[in-house]
């Protein structure tokens, strides 16, 4: 509760486009309101090719405590449940996923609901460490098959089989890439569930980093796999609070609109043949995970 007002006051802001989940909006019912701020793709620190491995996994394994911590994965859980539901798919392709991100949470929660999932984990950069532990972790839960490819893949030209998801990390993408990731799903008639937990608001540009800096500086031994360099970077020399923040900053600023996303699928060949939902979740504590949701429309063939 301590760190649920923490964020509170860094992402409570006013919903930018609201919808009931899982209403389709080919079209929207009333125009999304643009953020005050523009769009500004400045660079991230843990996303510059310099940036060593070993560092941008301590990075991302702390971003993933963040995000256990604070279980914004309560909220996205039900939405994936009837997009399942909704498509017949029974396989879950992550894409960008860090350390492994709430997913693997979310898997078990879906389990718990009676609808068991395979999950495969994928990145540009695959943390093979952090996918190994959680895939002992699933060894013995029943109906959390889980797996992870050790190559690089690329969310814009991805072949896989099953539902696509991104979990906080659409916008590292330029638009331009953005689109292809869209295009891509649309091409081989994939679902696609994005979520975002950054939003471009004066509150969340000036209270975010600070607290997330904290965040990542309380939670250094809670990242799992333990490393002795994760606290030595966190704690000693504090590199990873510092970047954290910087880097959450540059998130907020580049975080797409509602109204950006809802462009960006207008402009794509073919996005009649989705059903796309576009809409806020307000956790009950405070803040909004941002979803864009894509899939296949009734009769057509699915991926599957």
């Known amino acids: 509760h301590f760190f649920g007002s923490l964020f509170f006051l860094c992402v409570h802001i ?59 994965y309560d909220q996205i859980t039900p939405i994936l449940e009837t997009v399942l539901k909704r498509t017949g798919s029974r396989v879950i392709v992550d894409l960008a996923s860090g350390s492994g991100g709430p997913l693997p949470a979310i898997q078990r929660s879906l389990a718990q609901r009676g609808l068991p999932v395979k999950v495969i984990l994928t990145d540009l950069v695959p943390d093979l460490a952090a996918y190994e532990r959680v895939k002992g972790g699933r060894a013995e839960d029943s109906g959390c098959e889980l797996e992870y490819l050790p190559v690089s893949v690329d969310a814009t030209a991805c072949t896989m089989k099953g539902m696509r998801t991104i979990f906080g990390a659409f916008h590292h993408f330029p638009e331009a890439l953005a689109r292809r990731v869209f295009q891509n799903a649309l091409r081989t008639r ?62 907020h600023l580049r975080t797409y609109s509602s109204a950006e996303v809802w462009g960006m699928v207008r402009s794509l060949e073919g996005y009649e043949e989705f059903e796309w939902e576009i809409g806020t979740k307000r956790i009950w504590w405070g803040p909004n995970v941002v979803y864009y949701i894509g899939y296949p429309k009734a009769g057509s063939k699915n991926s599957e």
């Open 14 to 72: 006013p919903t930018q486009w609201q919808t009931h989940p899982m209403q389709s909006c080919t079209h929207p019912r009333r125009s999304p309101r643009q953020p005050l701020l523009p769009r500004i793709h400045l660079f991230e620190i843990h996303d510059l090719p310099q940036c060593p491995e070993t560092f941008r996994h301590c990075v991302t394994g702390a971003l993933t405590a963040m995000w256990h911590t604070l279980r914004f």
């Open 190 to 251: 994939s679902p696609i569930a994005i979520f975002e937990v950054t939003e471009r608001s004066l509150f969340n540009l000036l209270l975010g980093p600070p607290i997330c800096s904290l965040l990542s500086f309380v939670l250094a031994p809670f990242v799992r796999p333990f490393s002795w360099r994760q606290l030595l970077l966190s704690w000693v020399i504090p590199v990873v609070p510092f970047v954290i923040g910087f880097d959450g900053l540059i998130s």
